[in-house]
């Protein structure tokens, strides 16, 4: 069972950079994708960033490229979602996800909630003007 714990989420001025973190404390995430999500307030939740571990594999969203990076730590366990130049549309709950094992996938399907199955609970990101 994967068990995610997300961190590192806080208050940025635009511009600014932030690093958030998302361990697993349960099975390895080793040849899993792990994918970055984040909603908004009265906003459907939406795909940012993802990393299959397997080979490192990386995806993401058009909003963020070039701006957050998706890297993982297999030894730790973790997946990173680094991201810089920040603008006050990044505000909002950013969640982390897992796929089972042995999952990449195809063109879109990373962007689907329904491609993971564990999911953590959340850390916030605010951003001030």
């Known amino acids: 069972q994967v068990q995610l714990v997300e961190s590192g989420g806080g208050s940025v001025e635009a511009g600014g950079s932030l690093g958030l973190s998302c361990t697993s404390s349960?099975?390895?995430?080793?040849?899993?994708?792990v994918g970055w999500f984040r909603q908004a307030p009265g906003t459907e939740r939406e795909g940012v960033a993802a990393?299959?571990?397997?080979?490192?594999?990386?995806y993401y969203a058009d909003s963020v490229k070039g701006r957050f990076t998706v890297s993982g730590d297999n030894a730790k366990n973790t997946v990173y979602l680094q991201m810089n130049s920040l603008k006050p549309e990044d505000a909002a709950m950013y969640y982390c996800?897992?796929?089972?094992?042995?999952?990449?996938?195809?063109?879109?399907?990373?962007?689907?909630?329904?491609?993971?199955?564990?999911w953590g609970q959340g850390t916030q990101v605010a951003l001030s003007s």
């Open positions: 996800a897992a796929t089972e094992p042995w999952t990449k996938p195809g063109g879109t399907a990373w962007l689907r909630q329904t491609t993971y199955t564990y």
């Open positions: 349960g099975d390895t995430i080793l040849r899993r994708t």
């Open positions: 990393i299959y571990t397997g080979d490192g594999r990386t």
